[in-house]
């Protein structure tokens, strides 16, 4: 069984930082795609970026250049680094797997940008 941790959101300012972080547990052997994805109160989830373990990544245009996602294939963990942060980045952020022909979901943790 696959389970996924989240942790590292909170409460801050615009143009403040936050970084997250996402660990996969189990019998976990070669994650391929690792993501991001928020969803904003009456909005759809939506994705925010994404990493292949070949290192490819992918970031939705609202935050490019903002955002970066990076992976640590030993420690199967996912992170992602939230500078220049905007009111209208607030969501909950999930972290997503796609392992063994199966997806997976963290909990969900709150980022809510707000001076």
């Known amino acids: 069984q696959v389970q996924l941790v989240e942790s590292g959101g909170g409460l801050v300012q615009p143009g403040g930082s936050l970084r997250l972080s996402c660990a996969a547990s189990g019998s976990i052997f070669s994650i391929n795609a690792m993501a991001w994805h928020r969803q904003a109160p009456g909005k759809s989830r939506e994705l925010v970026a994404a990493?292949?373990?070949?290192?490819?990544?992918n970031y939705a245009d609202s935050v490019k250049g903002r955002f970066t996602i990076s992976r640590d294939n030993a420690k199967n963990t996912v992170y992602l680094q939230m500078n220049s942060l905007k009111p209208e980045d607030t969501a909950v952020y999930y972290c997503h797997i796609f392992y063994n022909g199966q997806n997976y979901w963290g909990q969900g943790t709150q980022v809510t940008v707000s001076s």
């Open positions: 990493i292949i373990s070949g290192g490819s990544t």
